[in-house]
């Protein structure tokens, strides 16, 4: 079983920028697809981005392009996700997400076999 820890987040002025960050305690990246969702209050998680196991393919939902970006470090064993030219319509819980069989292109909440515990990301106006 593995674990997704996360850190990163905040309260952010719109413009600003953060990054959050989410390692697989017990694994490594080459592991899994990997990627990030977001649930507002009220709303139901969302899909941002994503990234293949070997780290060559990047998908991002159409809200978020051109602003955010999913990278990897695998000394660090880490996916980052940053996370710039904030809107307050990005505030919401993000969630780190591994799938061990899936791809960038089928990665869904219904799909999702792990997911990191979640971190506040307010932005505000």
């Known amino acids: 079983q593995v674990q997704l820890v996360q850190s990163g987040g905040g309260l952010v002025q719109a413009g600003g920028s953060l990054r959050l960050s989410c390692s697989p305690s017990g694994r490594t990246v080459w592991d899994y697809t990997m990627g990030w969702f977001r649930q507002a209050p009220g709303k139901e998680r969302e899909f941002v981005t994503a990234?293949?196991?070997?780290?060559?393919?990047?998908t991002y939902a159409d809200s978020v392009k051109g602003r955010f970006t999913i990278s990897r470090d695998t000394a660090k064993n880490t996916v980052y996700l940053q996370m710039n030219s904030l809107k307050p319509e990005d505030t919401a819980v993000y969630y780190c997400?591994?799938?061990?069989?899936?791809?960038?292109?089928?990665?869904?909440?219904?799909?999702?076999?792990?997911w990191g515990q979640g971190t506040q990301v307010t932005v505000s106006s």
């Open positions: 990234i293949s196991w070997n780290g060559i393919s990047t």
């Open positions: 997400a591994a799938d061990p069989s899936g791809t960038i292109a089928t990665m869904a909440p219904q799909l999702v076999n792990y």
